[in-house]
């Protein structure tokens, strides 16, 4: 199985709202990644997680918050966030020490109103 | 930082040969990587150099030069459904820093 899966696909929501990003993968990857896409754009890394453990953070405004419950599963909190977080937010996995070779997500379309 | 600059945009006719050349700057070198990415798709990883030189898998072929900080991606015997944008990306820090992309549009 070398499938990421995000859930969900779509996500519109209030600037006061608080929701919560899905992602999963069952390869046995330990490193895990968040990334942010604008339209036309490459992606840009928001988080690392290795071993479960959060090992960089690029800066993200904290209205995002990584959460990696196992090895497995990693999440993306949002709250309050601007309408310009608006983007195609995109998981991926990877061994860690394979950093070249990400395995992505489908991401999930994320629209601040 | 990083920098990575590639051409933003290419046209080709269907069979045709296309060169995808990636010119980059950074510190901590590990290596180029290059993903697909079809419109409304998520990235999808081609192949990496770690060593100067060719890797060839199947149409696809990626060279590096790490004296010139130079890579390209070739793409042979075009199809339709190699339209998609291409990445480059340099590897440093345990981290993938992408160039901005380059559309390759396949003509009939």
């Known amino acids: 199985d070398t499938e990421v899966t995000q859930t969900p696909k779509h996500l519109v929501m209030g600037m006061t709202n608080k929701k919560s990003l899905k992602c999963e993968q069952h390869?046995?990857?330990?490193?895990m990644y968040w990334y942010k896409q604008k339209a036309k754009k490459p992606p840009e890394l928001m988080f690392v997680y290795s071993y479960e453990k959060l090992s960089i953070n690029e800066s993200v405004p904290s209205r995002f918050s990584p959460e990696c419950p196992n090895s497995s599963l990693l999440n993306l909190h949002l709250h309050a966030l601007q309408p310009e977080d608006s983007a195609l937010y995109l998981c991926?996995?990877?061994?860690?020490?394979?950093?070249?070779?990400?395995?992505f997500g489908p991401g999930t379309r994320l629209t601040v109103t | 930082g990083q920098s990575l600059e590639q051409p933003s945009e290419v046209t080709a006719v269907e069979g045709a040969i296309v060169q995808i050349n990636c010119t980059y700057q950074t510190s901590g070198f590990y290596g180029l990587s290059w993903y697909q990415q079809h419109d409304g798709g998520a990235p999808t990883f081609l192949s990496y150099?770690?060593?100067?030189g060719l890797e060839e898998t199947g149409r696809f072929s990626s060279f590096l030069s790490r004296s010139d900080s130079y890579g390209y991606l070739l793409l042979q015997e075009l199809q339709m459904k190699d339209s998609a944008s291409y990445f480059c990306?340099?590897?440093?820090?345990?981290?993938?820093?992408f160039g901005a992309g380059t559309t390759v549009t396949v003509r009939a």
């Open positions: 390869m046995g990857h330990r490193a």
């Open positions: 150099n770690a060593l100067d």
């Open positions: 990306a340099v590897i440093s820090d345990y981290k993938l820093s």
């Open positions: 991926a996995s990877s061994h860690p020490i394979d950093t070249y070779e990400q395995y």
